[in-house]
């Protein structure tokens, strides 16, 4: 069992905290108002705990960003201590909403939202996943009628191993899972969500993913 911290409480970190605390984790959803929670919000199982941000972070041995990309280097950086020393899991995106909502651009032309976050975090192993698809692809991959793929960057291998460990957890079979290097290859993985409200406006919000064939 694992101690896992997600950061953001919104349907990504809602989905992902249920799943892994029914796959035997501690898990605890770091939300603003932890005091306020008064039960468990929709789809997260009973085991799941809550705290405000600082403590979820400083207590969990691998931590989950699911903030709002546009956000998250403001709102991680001041965790930098309590990150120090931890496995990062990055599963968001950083984007300029067009005039409908959907993504328009990337807040990070050039780079990536997580090489942004290895950067400012020196001392935390950042891997980036889970940010090809939409979430409830997240912990449903065998709903999808084409074997999807999640991609896995990172500098630490150790780290993305781990982080391997739990994408079984979600339901990952080792065969859909790419390794696609060190962090800067995030990058590419991050661009994919250019490709998504393109799919969203003409299909709707169905389960899908951006995946490789062979």
Known sequence: MTRIGILGAGRVGANLAGKLSAAGHHVTLGVRNPEE??????????GVSFADQRTTARTADIVINATPGDSTLDRLTDLRAELAGKILVDVSNATLDAGDGLPGALCYPGSSLAEQLQALLPDTRVVKTLNTMLFMVM??????????????????????????GLLGDLGWQPAWIE????????????????VVPHILRR????????SLAR
């Open 37 to 46: 929670t008064a039960a468990p919000a929709e789809g997260i199982g009973p």
């Open 139 to 164: 912990t449903a991959p065998e709903t999808l009628a084409t074997p999807p793929t999640v991609y896995v960057s990172g500098d630490d291998e150790h780290a993305k191993k781990t982080v391997t």
């Open 179 to 194: 390794d696609l290097g060190d962090i800067t290859t995030a990058r590419a993985t991050e661009a994919m969500i250019l």
């Open 203 to 210: 299909h709707g919000f169905q389960p899908f993913a951006v």
